[in-house]
């Protein structure tokens, strides 16, 4: 096994999603696919159970991953070890607020990895060299490059009446103590059917909503990620197909910093791919 193989094992247990993992790793599905078979083969166990919306890690991959992980970092430290202090190029970069964490340690990392650019966090709403935002929020000044698309879903505590639905409509929720969200775009959820709605807190951050929820304070609705990454709520379709698309946005007026072209430069030629590849590539997880 090399360290490419071990990064890639740790973006599909992260993602839970090969066609994702490939992606943040800005390689082809097929790339990730052979990479974890090799794994497999090595290791001699089979660590990803595949279904339709992804795979599963096995208990193999659970124990191998914190070892992978100790690894990846160990690699990465030994590398930095003894690099010499350049000339470092400031790059602010804004985030929205409600990115999940797997996905926001996902697009950091490659970025904090570099000891040529000192990166600076600031809000969506601040002035930055880019930011990574849903296409909603898009300015007539920016260009957006996608970088994933995803759902929003119910997310319940375990033990609420309606985690035993699989699937809730907007009448389910008349009554119910909602967890409502800043900066998001859970109305569309509301808007065709506008019943009385019961707020029982405004959550400032998804961190905060999902502890709320987990709490039994309320039922938030949250992007996917957000929910499927927290192992302490219920998560539940909802009837109305209300998606976001997330993506990297920067003004066409100003130069970016080469750190950001190079990401942008990724992105683009992950997009390109001939139409068939990114069939192939749909049709596997």
């Given at each position: 096994?090399?360290?490419?193989?071990?990064?890639?094992?740790?973006?599909?247990?992260?993602?839970?999603?090969?066609?994702?993992?490939?992606?943040?790793?800005?390689?082809?599905?097929?790339?990730?696919?052979?990479a974890i078979t090799h794994l497999e083969a090595e290791l001699g166990t089979t660590l990803f159970i595949r279904h339709k919306r992804g795979v599963a890690p096995t208990a193999s991959a659970e124990q191998f991953?914190?070892?992978?992980?100790?690894?990846?970092?160990?690699?990465?430290?030994?590398?930095?070890?003894?690099?010499?202090?350049?000339?470092?190029?400031?790059?602010?970069?804004?985030?929205m607020r409600t990115l999940d964490v797997p996905r926001t340690i996902a697009l950091l990392k490659p970025?904090?990895?570099?000891?040529?650019?000192?990166l600076r966090l600031v809000g969506s709403d601040e002035r930055a060299d880019a930011r990574i935002i849903s296409k909603s929020m898009l300015r007539a000044d920016e260009h957006f490059v996608a970088l994933w698309s995803e759902r929003y879903v119910a997310a319940?505590?375990?033990?609420?009446p309606?985690?035993?639905?699989?699937?809730?409509?907007?009448?389910?929720?008349?009554?119910?103590?909602?967890?409502?969200?800043?900066?998001?775009?859970?109305?569309?959820?509301?808007?065709?059917?506008?019943?009385a709605r019961q707020t029982a807190a405004i959550a400032q951050s998804e961190d905060w909503a999902m502890a709320l929820v987990a709490a039994g304070v309320g039922i938030a609705i949250v992007p996917e990620g957000v929910a499927?990454?927290?192992p302490d709520v219920a998560v539940r379709?909802?009837?109305?197909?209300?998606?976001?698309?997330?993506g990297l946005a920067y003004r066409a007026s100003v130069p970016l910093p080469d750190a950001l072209k190079d990401l942008v430069s990724k992105l683009r030629k992950q997009r390109r791919k001939p139409a068939g590849q990114?069939?192939?590539a749909r049709g596997k997880t």
């Amino acid at each position: 096994m090399d360290i490419r193989e071990l990064r890639y094992f740790a973006a599909v247990y992260r993602e839970r999603n090969l066609t994702a993992a490939a992606r943040v790793c800005f390689v082809s599905q097929p790339s990730i696919s052979t990479a974890i078979t090799h794994l497999e083969a090595e290791l001699g166990t089979t660590l990803f159970i595949r279904h339709k919306r992804g795979v599963a890690p096995t208990a193999s991959a659970e124990q191998f991953h914190t070892l992978a992980r100790r690894i990846i970092d160990e690699t990465d430290a030994a590398r930095s070890l003894f690099r010499r202090p350049s000339t470092k190029t400031n790059v602010t970069l804004g985030l929205m607020r409600t990115l999940d964490v797997p996905r926001t340690i996902a697009l950091l990392k490659p970025l904090t990895a570099r000891a040529d650019i000192a990166l600076r966090l600031v809000g969506s709403d601040e002035r930055a060299d880019a930011r990574i935002i849903s296409k909603s929020m898009l300015r007539a000044d920016e260009h957006f490059v996608a970088l994933w698309s995803e759902r929003y879903v119910a997310a319940l505590p375990p033990s609420h009446p309606l985690a035993l639905k699989e699937k809730l409509r907007t009448a389910d929720l008349a009554g119910v103590p909602l967890i409502d969200r800043c900066h998001c775009e859970q109305s569309e959820f509301f808007r065709r059917n506008p019943q009385a709605r019961q707020t029982a807190a405004i959550a400032q951050s998804e961190d905060w909503a999902m502890a709320l929820v987990a709490a039994g304070v309320g039922i938030a609705i949250v992007p996917e990620g957000v929910a499927r990454g927290n192992p302490d709520v219920a998560v539940r379709e909802i009837e109305v197909k209300v998606k976001r698309e997330v993506g990297l946005a920067y003004r066409a007026s100003v130069p970016l910093p080469d750190a950001l072209k190079d990401l942008v430069s990724k992105l683009r030629k992950q997009r390109r791919k001939p139409a068939g590849q990114r069939s192939r590539a749909r049709g596997k997880t």
